[in-house]
């Protein structure tokens, strides 16, 4: 009886026990999407998507353009990195665009994006993109949807805080992740030297109002550390812009144990309309330098790169009033003010808490000089002078906040996986939920603006795992759509991105379709190969370069058969699109071509050289389907011996008489 | 007035008839006379080919980039005499109108609409032969060749032509020139009702 009790016992604890695995077993993602998402995310054939959203391309060096709500991919923007695709780094007109002090670099790694704005609202002009490995900052023109200007940033390595803009576009900032000797310095030092010879630089680079051109303004001097993210002030915050950094421990080797001993690394307040005044009273220093300024021209419809030779560089610690600390825990990295412009958020990668400043009492505190010593020669504000509160047990990892525009802020959660809403008034917590897997940043369209558009929020995801078919061990990161209309955030699709998808923009379609080009006009076309027709198509040869003057048209080329190319020749192809249609490229490719195809957009010129390196016959076609006789548009290049006398020819739908002499016999 | 009628002469209404006819043809002259409208899976916006009295506009460029594949001839305003006499018979017309009124005599308004309806059918059987001289003489080394197949655009209406569909009517020009027509011919015709009235 006693044995039969002690089982029964047994039984129950193990039910129970049971039960209680059960009823604690988290919610799978089947559970989290409402029966409502489908009808929120279709799009119908054949309509348009609500907002454009812009998406970095990380490791890739791109950016892609999505479609919300349907996600939908409607293009790849190639920027930093070569596409053969698009012959973008491969043809003669592209491969400027590539080049900075370290000659042509066919790779970029794109972290960042912010839209143009004017008066801190999105006007859908340009998009700025950074580049972290080789310092650069991108303009892209959204009339084209192409690259239309790269600027290289010297004194810099790992350009991370950027290409954030002030609410005017007046600016495009570069911070320094990685700290180095400057390279106007002796580089050759020891690494162990950090603390004495390694120095960040924050850049200004001015964008003109109209033409949207860039050009580095000035530098700011700062104390070897790492600058990791950034945001324009705006309302009452206008002027100002902030920096969030770590390693002020200033390690240089093992950074994940080295530069994680402090409580606190800083959030940097800088006031740029002072040094703007600074650097245009003709004061800072002068000092040698080389980048690459490389600017893309729709008129001639190829891009120069310019080599700069000096830049002006001011020592923060040399003029008071420019640059204040404000403490902030644990090696923060999003570093986000509110659309108000009141509230800077920073999140400390390892807090169990977020620290919201607030911008009036950053201001009270630097007037009564509430001052906890100094850094560097810089001054750091007591913390909780320029606190406004803190978000207490929000999450594990918080990474990066954006804002809704009605008083609430949302943070990613990289360790807990999850996106955490809160007030910003009161610090409360509002609504968590769960996202697949461990997010990096996320973005509101319009969410670092005075004016978010509040209704979608998309989440990018590191890790994928087994949200979508496998692929071996190489697997697609992902971008999550959320509702974010009501109380709730409500979670509406899931589709993989291209890279590794970092910051985001989006905007309104309206505000930036309008604008969309459809051709470019033959009239306006002043490359200096241009061939306005076929009865002007030629091919020249100078020395040992021959320039192909080459139309297309559906569905042919002119001209289509070429002879007298020798082998060891620099042949260029310069191909001009003839059609003025919307929607009608033509491709081109050439056997054993060592480089990439062209992409020809109508009234568009691109060249595309080629060495010839055996003698023998070589196709040419169109490699973009124009038309029903696309099969049909192609030619041949006949490659005669180095040194041999086979006359240069060219034609279009006749033999050359030599032919005909051989079929009349 | 009756008075003036039996005499030959134009009542005011008449005049006004005919000043207004004439005002419709100044409109004539810079305003599109007719179109075919083209639609294809791949043009759903559609194409168009406007005819001014002096030019042909619209799509002209990208209609000839895809009539070559039939062999059709490509289409320029140079190549037709008619936009250049087109203006002046127009303009003659409108001097014609206000000379009538000026010289104020009904065997003369008769004279005009004769004239007037002449003209346009001369117009519209210019319009058929260009439509089937585009439509008939095609090249023979064309691309696409489909036997017995012509592609002659209707002289009015819708009509399918391979992929594309086309549909020829007048434009805002035209349609104020038939207005005009009428116009002249309710001028005419007035004495022989308001005489019936009165009988």
Redesign the interface.
Known sequence: MKKVNQKLAYCALFAGIMLFVISCKPKSSGDVVGKEAASKVYVQPGQYDELYNFVSGGFSGQVSVYGIPSGRLLRVIPVFSVDPEKGWGYSEETKPMLNTSHGEIPWGDQHHLDLSQTNGEIDGRWLFANENNTPRVARIDLKTFRTAEIIEIPNSAGNHSSPFITDNTEYVVAGTRFSVPMDYENGDVPIDSYKKNFKGTLSFISVAPTTGEMSLSFQLLLPGMNFDLSHSGKGPSSGWFFFSTYNSEQAHTLLEVNASKRDKDYILAVNWKKAEEYFKSGKGKKVPVKYAHNVYSDETHSATSNMINETTVIDAKDVPGLVYMIPCPKSPHGCDVDPSGEYIIGSGKLAALIPVFSFAKIQQAIDKKDFDGEYGGIPVIKYESALHGEVKKPGLGPLHTEFDGKGNAYTTFFISSEIVKWRIKDLQILDRQPTFYSPGHLMIPGGDTKKPYGKYLVAYNKITKDRYLPTGPELAQSAQLFDISGDKMKLLADYPSIGEPHYAQAAPASLISKNSLKIFKLDHNKHPFVTLGERESKVVREGNKVHVYATA???HFSPDNIEGVRVGDEVYFHITNL???WDVPHGFAVKGAKNAELLIMPGETQTLKWIPLKPGIFPIYCTDFC???HQ?MQGYVRVSPAGSNTPLTFSLGKNSSEADSLLTK | MNHDISKGKLSVAQKLLLLLSAIGLVFVLILPLWRIELAAPQYPEGLVLKMYPQKLAGDVDIINGLNHYIGMKTLHTDDFMEFTVLPYIIGFFIACAILVILANKQKYLRWLVIGFILFGIIAMVDFYRWNYAYGHNLNPNAAIQVPGMSYQPPLIGYKKLLNFGAYSVPDKGGWIFIGSGILLLMAMLLPTFSRKKHA
Request: proline share 0%; hydrophobic share 30%; charged share 40%.
């Open positions: 048209i559906r569905s059609e003025q249609d038309s029903a006789l049909e």
